[in-house]
């Protein structure tokens, strides 16, 4: 969809980003018991209410581990949940031929940004509204502010990247919604062609990989499934049943 194109343009710099400051190396896959305990200690520099302040504010005070903290410990919020509806469906309706167009309106821009500022609301890192918000901002001249939210999407783009090498199972990367997993990947320029659960828990995205070696990438979705039965014990009896065919 044209909407992701900020997203393709965005690779060259977060590229630039982690090779300058090896901020990749210094993060690593995350240690999601670490994060669990972390994000709900008020004494924790790392307790989700106050990164979830710093980051919804316009600066970029926030360093890169304090950045995978705050996207890793989503999974653990109360109100997680990775198949949540996005608010307001009637606006994301009229929004959808908007999002197709490769030329908007400045009223089309505002009802973009809208949008964006409502999702984000209700969900701080959904990627694909941090890139709406990026590009009406810098469309409408504010640039000193389509930096700084750029500054934040790339940070959190280089934390999925930093999780894995997305290669096998064990190197599988982590992201806490199954649309990032095609988000991210889109980043890469890379187009999905097909998608497969793989037991126990990792998703498996065929891509069109333009003559590269690596043909998909795996997903690590035990966190996010874990959190998913937790909360809806129901769908967990569905899902034995369908495996099992009984």
């Known amino acids: 969809m044209r909407h992701f194109l900020l997203l393709v343009a965005l690779a060259a710099t977060l590229c630039s980003f982690a090779a300058k400051n090896n901020a990749r190396a210094d993060l690593g896959r995350p240690d999601l018991d670490a994060i669990a305990k972390a994000c709900v200690d008020e004494a924790s520099p790392y307790y989700y209410p106050t990164l979830h302040k710093r980051f919804m504010a ?37 929004l959808i031929p908007v999002y197709a167009k490769q030329q908007r309106t ?24 941090l890139t709406n918000r990026i590009y009406v901002y810098e469309q409408n001249g504010k640039y000193d502010l389509a930096k700084i939210w750029q500054y934040k999407l790339n940070h959190l783009l280089l934390v999925i990247a930093s999780s894995g090498t ?4 064990d190197n ?16 890469s320029k890379m187009t999905a062609t ?17 003559g ?26 569905k899902a034995r049943r369908a495996a099992t065919g009984a």
């Open 58 to 94: 316009n600066d970029t005070s926030m360093t890169a581990v304090e950045f995978q903290y705050f996207y890793y410990g989503t999974f653990f919020q109360e109100d997680y949940d990775p198949y949540r509806e996005a608010p307001n469906p009637a606006l994301l309706q009229e």
């Open 172 to 187: 599988a990367f982590i992201v806490v919604y199954p649309q990032h997993e095609y988000d991210f990947l889109n980043l």
């Open 194 to 210: 097909s998608q497969r659960f793989e037991p126990p828990h990792y998703d498996y995205i065929e891509v069109d990989s333009g």
């Open 166 to 169: 997305g290669a096998d199972p």
């Open 212 to 237: 590269k070696a690596q043909k998909g990438y795996y997903f690590d979705v035990a966190e996010l499934l874990h959190q998913y039965f937790t909360k809806h014990p129901s769908e967990m009896e």
């Open 106 to 129: 400045r009223a089309e821009r505002g009802k973009m940004l809208d949008y964006a500022m409502q999702v984000l609301e209700d969900n701080p890192v959904d990627l694909r509204q």
